[in-house]
């Protein structure tokens, strides 16, 4: 450590003393008062471990104050950063799927029976819909072998409310504000001897009394539903194909069938198209999309007996047929058939 000298007048000695000491200054005397500036000194040790200390506090300082002039600010240090905030979940919305089994996706396994299975029309619409809406989900209420009758009383599929229609209406109730879609196929099991393989005699009992009875149940149905529902909820109804068209196979007493079937099921469908049109319910044209109504022949079969056979599995050879249900290409043209008529993406 450095040494310096410090002068006092004579008569007081002098001695060297260590820069690391505290210097207390007095005034010097001999007898008369001497110039201001002429001190004698009392020495007081400072330890070395605080001179230490304060040195290295103060390069630190000075490195600090020459990086703040030079460069940008340092960062925080990771102990005192912000958490990251979590993502938050998107809100929850619904897709509500009613009906009977073609709601439910059912078509025959290897043993021919009819079964439930995720290739059905609603699953393919939710496909379609969630990748632009991640909170959407869907919740199916469809019931096999369901008619306009069960759905309103019940008596085939087991609901809270005792129906599909009550559990229906208590679902939008439940979640009014938060429902996206609403689809709806009933009424093909009313007139059930119309579509499958009827007779002519079967077919003229479907016309007076089954389909206007389908009707009139179907306009209860909706009207509860838009109730339930709210003005702001996109409601769409379906009309069907005809799966009694491939009886066309069976000679002429078969294409006679086919032929006074599709009369049948156009008339139908048109009255099924008035309830949900007076209800503001849009529809899924799917008796349309089939071209039920088209008997032009191609390589000699008609184009609408060819697309119910490619579509259905009401052509398939035993066990899996026949089958009135769609397969999984009919379900795709079902649910781009909803698609167009919702109108969501």
């Known amino acids: 450590m450095d040494r310096a000298t410090v002068h006092c007048p004579s008569g007081h000695p002098k001695r060297a003393v ?18 201001f500036g002429e001190v004698t000194v009392r020495p007081i040790r400072i330890p070395r471990l605080l001179v230490a200390a304060v040195t290295v506090v103060v390069m630190i300082v000075t490195a600090m104050v020459l990086t703040a002039c030079s460069g940008p600010a340092p960062s925080l240090p990771s102990a ?11 809100p929850a919305t619904y897709y509500l799927a009613l009906g009977d089994s073609l709601a439910r996706g059912v078509q025959p396994d290897a043993a021919g029976v009819s ?10 619409v939710y496909a379609a819909l969630r990748p632009s809406r991640p909170g959407l989900k869907l919740v199916k209420l469809g019931c096999p072998g369901e008619t306009t009758v069960s759905m309103i009383n019940g008596g085939i599929c087991r609901y809270p409310g005792g129906s599909q229609l009550a559990a229906a209406v208590g679902f939008l109730q439940s979640h009014r504000g938060r429902v996206l879609l609403v689809t709806l196929d009933i009424g093909a099991n009313d007139p059930e001897a119309c579509g499958g393989e009827p007779g002519l005699s079967q077919l003229a009992k479907c016309a007076v009394k089954d389909i206007p009875a389908a009707a009139g149940h179907l306009g209860t149905i909706v009207a509860r539903l838009k109730a339930a529902a709210g003005p702001s909820v996109r409601i769409v109804g379906m009309n069907y194909y005809l799966p009694a068209l491939a009886e066309w196979h069976n000679g002429l007493p078969g294409q006679l069938v086919a032929w006074t079937a599709e009369k049948l099921a156009a008339t139908y469908n048109n009255m099924l198209g008035r309830v949900y049109a007076s209800s503001g319910i849009r529809v899924a044209n799917v008796f349309g999309a089939f071209d039920t109504a088209d008997f032009t022949r191609q390589d000699g079969v008609p184009r609408n007996v060819a697309r119910v056979c490619e579509w259905t599995w009401q052509c398939a050879a035993p066990p899996r047929g026949p089958n009135q249900h769609a397969n999984q290409a009919g379900y795709q043209v079902i649910a781009q058939t909803f698609l167009k008529a919702a109108d969501l993406r």
């Open 18 to 35: 260590r820069l690391d000491e505290l210097i207390a200054v007095t005034v010097c005397r001999a007898g008369r008062p001497r110039p």
């Open 115 to 124: 079964v439930e299975t995720p290739d059905g029309y609603p699953d393919q």
């Open 80 to 90: 005192i950063k912000a958490p990251a905030k979590t993502p938050k979940a998107p």
